[in-house]
């Protein structure tokens, strides 16, 4: 369902890195057969030949250097093409110049463990927040401006772009698009803490319907809860640590230490993609976050059942 493979490009950036993949496996590959069959051939010669006299081990010594002059001359060609190779790819990918007017911006920070998605907008009220799970449109450039809050950390997104450091007090862009639909799975690249390999990313790309609808939904404030215990929710949320943390546009939380929760019931992974979005699971990250994912900055909140039970249900209800 996530698409986490670097040898199968759906993004600009993808393409030719995965090319440059292919073509120094090739270069190896040859390399090593050669060596190999030299390598063999020496060891069968070394046994055959008997005679060392001295007017032969002049020829051999003269004919050896030939041979070897003409190695180090196929080998200096072999790693100045490999240079140039990569030089050229990795020139393709850097100097991609994809039209700025019409690009999705996105400022991407991350944190210790998870990725907060600032989707710009020339209009203040366009403008939303969300997180772990980026939508993006299929064909349009993407643009993310990339931050850290804490320590280094990297976006790899294997199938659309490399890698690119969020480095603390220093903005990164990379910009790349993605050329098929689907969904996409990341990973931070650089080690950032005890749950660094539980810092996951998914991007999906949508037509672009799709992706307005979603960008409308995204920008509306939570909706009202329609039921007693869903109401019993939000009011649950909002008088526990919860708020202190967490934002949901259109009701009293406003935090902003962890993720916006405005449409979290739309998402479909929680704690930054590690574990699936279930009533079970929520309820269990909820209570005891330490014992799913430890080092997590996520605090334990212990509610009577029934309250946990409403918050759950309520933030489920978060489309
Ligand atoms: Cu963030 Cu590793």
Not at 90 to 118: H, K, N, S
Request: proline share 5%; hydrophobic share 45%; with cysteine.
């Amino acid at each position: 369902m996530f698409a986490h493979e670097v040898l199968a490009p759906a993004g600009s950036d993808a393409g030719p890195i995965a090319t440059l993949w292919w073509v120094f496996l090739a270069i190896s590959i040859v390399v090593y057969v050669l060596v190999l069959g030299a390598l063999c051939l020496a060891i069968r010669r070394a046994r055959t030949r008997r005679d060392f006299s001295s007017g032969t081990m002049a020829v051999t010594d003269a004919r050896s250097g030939r041979i070897v002059a003409a190695a180090m001359a196929v080998t200096v060609l072999t790693l100045t093409g490999m240079l140039i190779t990569e030089l050229v790819l990795g020139r393709g990918v850097l100097d991609e110049r994809l039209p700025a007017g019409d690009a999705v911006r996105i400022q991407l920070t991350a944190q210790q463990f998870w990725w907060q998605a600032e989707y710009q907008d020339a209009s203040p009220q366009a403008r939303f927040t969300t997180a772990n799970e980026l939508v993006v449109p299929v064909g349009r450039p993407i643009e993310l401006l990339l931050r850290s809050q804490d320590v280094i950390h990297s976006f790899w997104v294997p199938a659309l772009s490399g890698k690119k450091d969020l480095i603390p007090g220093i903005d990164n862009t990379l910009r790349f698009s993605v050329r098929e639909a689907g969904n996409y799975e990341g990973q931070c690249a650089e080690f950032c803490g005890y749950q660094h390999a539980n810092m996951r990313i998914i991007v999906t790309a949508v037509g672009p319907d799709e992706y307005q609808d979603w960008t409308a939904r995204q920008r509306a404030v939570a909706a009202a809860p329609g039921t007693d215990h869903l109401q019993r929710g939000q009011w649950v949320f909002e008088r526990s640590s919860c708020a202190l943390c967490h934002r949901v546009r259109g009701t009293g939380a406003q935090g902003t230490v962890g993720p916006d929760l405005t449409h979290f019931g739309s998402r479909r992974r929680i704690a930054a993609s590690a574990l699936r979005n279930t009533p079970a699971t929520l309820s269990a990250w909820i209570t005891n976050p330490q014992g799913l994912k430890p080092g997590a900055r996520m605090p334990a909140t212990v509610l009577p059942a029934e309250d946990l039970r409403a918050l759950v249900a309520w933030l489920g209800s978060l489309q």
